[in-house]
C-alpha cells in the first residue's frame, strides 16, 4: 500500500502560479502510476493530469494542457503539478491519486488517495 499527502495549495490571484505536491510513503512511488484530480464545489471530482511509473508518459485534460505540468521525483517519492497561468474556474480541491496497475483518467481506475488540498483563483 501507499499514503499520499497533498501540499502547496492556497490563495492565489488569476494568472498566478502554484506548485502542489505529493508525498507519498509506504511502498515506493515508482510502482505506482499517479494522477491529479480536482473537485469544486456542487461538482464531481475530474481528471486534471496523470503520469507513468517512470515519468516518461503524461496526459492532461483540454482544460489544463499548456498551463499545468505534471512531473515526478522517484527518488523523493513525490510527485508535482505546476499549475500557471491560474483562473478562477480551477478553483477546487485537488488530490493526487495512484494506481499499480491502471494509468487511467477515470478516478475509480485510482486504489489510493490524498486527503486533498485546496487551492482558490481569485479573479
Known amino acids: 500500500q501507499v499514503q499520499l499527502v497533498e501540499s502547496g495549495g492556497g490563495l492565489v490571484q488569476a494568472g498566478g502560479s502554484l506548485r502542489l505536491s505529493c508525498a507519498a510513503s509506504g511502498r515506493t512511488s515508482s510502482s505506482y502510476h499517479m494522477g491529479w484530480f480536482r473537485q469544486a464545489p456542487g461538482k464531481e471530482r475530474e481528471f486534471v493530469a496523470r503520469i507513468s511509473r517512470t515519468g516518461g508518459s503524461t496526459y492532461y485534460a483540454d482544460s489544463v494542457k499548456g498551463r499545468f505540468t505534471i512531473s515526478r521525483d522517484n527518488a523523493k517519492n513525490t510527485v508535482y503539478l505546476q499549475m500557471n497561468s491560474l483562473k478562477p474556474e480551477d478553483t477546487a480541491v485537488y488530490y493526487c491519486?495512484?494506481?499499480?496497475?491502471?494509468?487511467?483518467?477515470?478516478?475509480?481506475?485510482?486504489?489510493?488517495w490524498g486527503q486533498g488540498t485546496q487551492v482558490t483563483v481569485s479573479s
Open positions: 491519486a495512484a494506481d499499480p496497475t491502471f494509468y487511467g483518467t477515470e478516478s475509480l481506475e485510482y486504489d489510493y
